[in-house]
Nanobody
Framework: QVQLVESGGGLVQAGGSLRLSCAAS????????MGWFRQAPGKEREFVAA????????FYADSAKGRFTISRDNAENTVYLQMSSLRPEDTAVYCC???????????????????WGQGTQVTVSS
């Protein structure tokens, strides 16, 4: 089992920045690829970003490219999502997740994730 707890969400004005954190406990964090997903009211959950177990590879949804950066600290069992140039359409509950999969295609797909956090709300005002 892997337990995931997100933090860092909040209310920010458009154009602002936030850094989300996801602290992991339980089984070896370094064995898992990690991803961030988000779900806006009335919409399906969608992929935002993912990072390989080593941190050597990162992947982003088109909506996140150039604005968001995913990173991880395996010594601290934490994954981060640095978000900048935020837009009102980024408003959503952001969840981190852990995946035992190890290919680029897999870790960009929700179905390959085994463990999920409860999420943290991000609200971007216009």
């Amino acid at each position: 089992q892997v337990q995931l707890v997100e933090s860092g969400g909040g209310l920010v004005q458009a154009g602002g920045s936030l850094r989300l954190s996801c602290a992991a406990s339980g089984r070896a964090f370094r064995n898992y690829a990690m991803g961030w997903f988000r779900q806006a009211p009335g919409k399906e959950r969608e992929f935002v970003a993912a990072i390989s177990w080593s941190g050597g590879s990162t992947f982003y949804a088109d909506s996140a490219k150039g604005r968001f950066t995913i990173s991880r600290d395996n010594a601290e069992n934490t994954v981060y999502l640095q978000m900048s140039s935020l837009r009102p359409e980024d408003t959503a509950v952001y969840c981190c997740a852990a995946s035992g999969a190890n290919t680029a295609a897999m870790i960009q797909r929700e179905s390959w994730y085994d463990y999920w956090g409860q999420g943290t709300q991000v609200t971007v005002s216009s």
